[in-house]
């Protein structure tokens, strides 16, 4: 089938590419470098020309409540308009694990994305997934000022990027469902053992403390609202393995 992948070259929209070009996909990438812009609409049409499904994966770097919304309002609005146009069957969205317990920032984006898409005009699926375990790096990237890291306390259960990929593209392959199960990683981790175990594999001599920012999301990331629950599906990369994969070069 022809599955076109909106956000295509972001961490989990290149894993996304992979998966289904080896499972013998013929795969369209979207992104402003192959001439689409999610933002203003333009080349979609010609780039979802025959497309079976598109599984949207985009991202905006963005802390921003209304930043967020505005992003993810128009290009699902822009992506679900032109899957009309060009008769696409399935509309595929990643989403993040809690966002009905915090709203906020970005995840007041994802809100605004869902909403468009369950009303939207094009059979969909939903699939929901907690922080991937990426994010330690994010978070070491704004974390670090001077000779110190300073990272917010949370309780996470992180999952692979890959295997968000590789769960996304099996979707995508059906018909639309709905929300899907939430998936989460198969074991607990506090954020700040994330960033130090970074730290450690990049042999930087950088101490990390924890601290309690205020705030509604941040007392939610302490809470461990974030990880989702028992009945989700469970990627099987831990951490652990994951950051053995990532420095095994």
């Known amino acids: 089938m022809r599955i076109a ?3 295509a070259t972001g961490t989990v929209g290149r894993h996304v590419v992979v998966a289904a070009e080896r ?21 979609l049409d010609a780039a979802l020309t025959g497309a079976d499904a598109v599984i949207d994966v985009t991202s905006v770097a963005s802390t921003s409540a209304a930043a967020s919304v505005d992003f993810f309002g128009a290009a699902t609005r822009h992506l679900l308009d032109a899957e009309v146009r060009q008769s696409v ?7 993040i ?17 869902e909403r468009l898409v369950t009303a939207g005009p094009v059979p969909f699926s939903i699939l ?24 917010p306390a949370g309780l996470l259960r992180p999952v692979a990027a890959v295997d968000v990929a590789a769960a996304l593209v099996s979707i995508a392959e059906g018909t639309g469902r709905g929300r899907h ?18 730290i450690r594999a990049e042999g930087r001599r950088l101490p990390a403390l924890g601290v309690s920012l205020p705030g509604a999301y941040w007392r939610g990331m302490r809470s461990g609202v974030l990880r989702g629950t028992a009945d989700a599906a469970e ?14 070069t």
């Open 128 to 151: 929901r997934a907690t922080q991937f375990h990426e994010f330690a790096r994010q978070v070491l990237d704004r974390a670090s000022f001077g000779p110190i890291a300073l990272v």
């Open 89 to 95: 069957g399935h509309h595929v969205a990643l989403s």
């Open 181 to 198: 199960r939430d998936l989460r990683g198969p074991r607990d981790e506090t954020l700040l053992d994330m960033v130090r175990a970074v």
């Open 97 to 113: 694990v809690g966002i009905d317990y915090l709203p906020l920032g970005y995840y007041a984006g994802k809100v605004e994305q």
């Open 235 to 248: 990627g099987p990369m831990t951490f652990a393995e994951w950051m053995a994969a990532e420095w095994s």
């Open 23 to 43: 499972r013998g996909h013929d795969v369209v990438p979207l992104s402003r470098s192959t001439g689409q812009d999610v933002s203003t609409g333009v080349g």
């Open 5 to 7: 992948v909106a956000g």
